[in-house]
């Protein structure tokens, strides 16, 4: 028991750590917090954490600082793309997870919907538990997304959404795809999600609203 305690400890980040590495990315020090990722890289932290206990919660972080006038806009912008860089330097981990790739999963960002870590680090997840992961990015275009759904013939298709008034477009969204693909399984999850109750899209039969992590990992298709 202590053993596994023990264990579980090592494997989180440490709060010095945590520090340090949101001063460099306030700092826009991109060398300094590639460096702290390496380093947790080599303590076998999993990219779980990583994605989780660094980049999103130094995200938010990030966020309430220019929420709060603390930083400014570029600042934030550089942070983005300091993470944007590190998320992409973990591609190869998760390239050689190995795992079998039977199940098709495509993610995206509602219309309108600019912010797209999220969704992406939820792609790169997908690819860790041993689907074959499609990311179209930032403000996908309905029509467009179709036309994919059509060629990529995913078994789970993944929206994101961080703003709050893009939830009518997320719900028009879902509406097309189940009109022309009525048993396609949705997930969703983002931001925007803490700011209501669960159940803005409890209309619609087929998806599912993921609240972390564990849940997603224990997908199946
Ligand atoms: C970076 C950022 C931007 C960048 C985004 C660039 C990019 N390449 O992504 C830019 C500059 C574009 C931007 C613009 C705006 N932003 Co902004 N932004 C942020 C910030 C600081 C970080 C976002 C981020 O990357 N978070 C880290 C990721 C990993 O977290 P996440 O998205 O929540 O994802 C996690 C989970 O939610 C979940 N998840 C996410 N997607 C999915 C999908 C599925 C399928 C599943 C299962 C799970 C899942 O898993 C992820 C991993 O843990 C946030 C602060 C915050 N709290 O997030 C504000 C924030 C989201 N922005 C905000 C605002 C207000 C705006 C603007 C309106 C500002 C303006 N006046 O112009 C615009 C709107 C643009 C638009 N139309 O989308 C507000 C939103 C308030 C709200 N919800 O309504 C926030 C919260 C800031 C704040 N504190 O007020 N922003």
Redesign the pocket.
């Known amino acids: 028991m202590l053993k596994l305690i023990i264990v579980m400890i090592m494997k989180n980040i440490d709060n010095k750590t945590y520090q340090k590495y949101i001063k460099r990315l306030v700092e826009g020090d991109r060398r300094s917090c590639f460096d702290i990722v390496q380093s947790l890289i080599e303590k076998d932290i999993e990219l779980e954490i990583i994605?989780?206990e660094l980049?999103?919660k130094s995200?938010?972080e990030?966020?309430?600082l220019?929420?709060k006038n603390k930083i400014t806009?570029t600042v934030?912008?550089i942070?983005?793309s300091i993470?944007?860089q590190l998320i992409s330097s973990l591609y190869p981990k998760i390239l050689g997870s190995g795992q079998n790739k039977a199940c098709k999963y495509l993610?995206a960002c509602v219309p309108?919907?600019?912010?797209?870590?999220?969704?992406k680090?939820?792609a790169d997840l997908m690819e860790l538990y041993g689907w074959d992961s499609f990311f179209a990015g930032?403000?996908t275009p309905e029509e467009d997304l179709l036309q994919e759904i059509k060629r990529i013939r995913p078994d789970l298709i993944?929206?994101?959404?961080?703003?709050?008034?893009?939830f009518d477009k997320m719900k028009n969204l879902i509406k097309s795809i189940q009109s022309s693909f009525p048993d396609l399984k949705i997930?969703?999850?983002?931001?925007?999600?803490t700011?209501t109750d669960n159940n803005i899209l409890s209309d619609f039969k087929n998806v599912r609203l993921?609240k972390d992590?564990d849940e997603?990992k224990r997908l199946s298709c």
Request: aromatic share 16%; net charge negative; proline share 0%.
């Open positions: 994605y989780k980049f999103t995200m938010y990030i966020g309430y220019w929420q806009v934030e912008h942070a983005t993470t944007e993610g309108g919907e600019l912010h797209q870590l999220g969704g680090m939820i930032a403000n993944g929206l994101s959404i961080s703003i709050f008034f893009n997930i969703t999850g983002g931001h925007a999600f700011l993921i992590i997603l």
